[in-house]
């Protein structure tokens, strides 16, 4: 089994067992205010009405 390097996913310094994924309370915040800003958000597509198919009786989805 292979293990990750234990490196903080910020600066890449060793990790800190306290402060663990990190190497230190600074970098943790660092992650928390990245989160808190929404810069780890996921993006989506946004869908202009997601009901529409499902008025159309004409879809071609299959139906079980």
């Not at 990190?22 to 943790?28: I, L």
């Not at 597509?45 to 198919?53: G, K, L």
């Given at each position: 089994m292979t293990h990750a390097p234990a490196s903080c996913p910020i600066c890449g310094k060793s990790k800190?067992?306290?402060y663990r994924p990190?190497?230190?309370?600074?970098?943790?915040d660092v992650d928390?205010?990245?989160w808190l800003k929404g810069s780890?958000?996921?993006p989506a597509?946004?869908?202009?009405?997601?009901?529409?198919?499902l008025d159309d009786p004409?879809?071609?989805r299959s139906e079980f």
């Open positions: 800190d067992p306290a990190f190497c230190s309370k600074r970098c943790a928390l205010s990245r780890y958000a996921i597509v946004e869908v202009d009405d997601p009901d529409a198919e004409d879809s071609s």
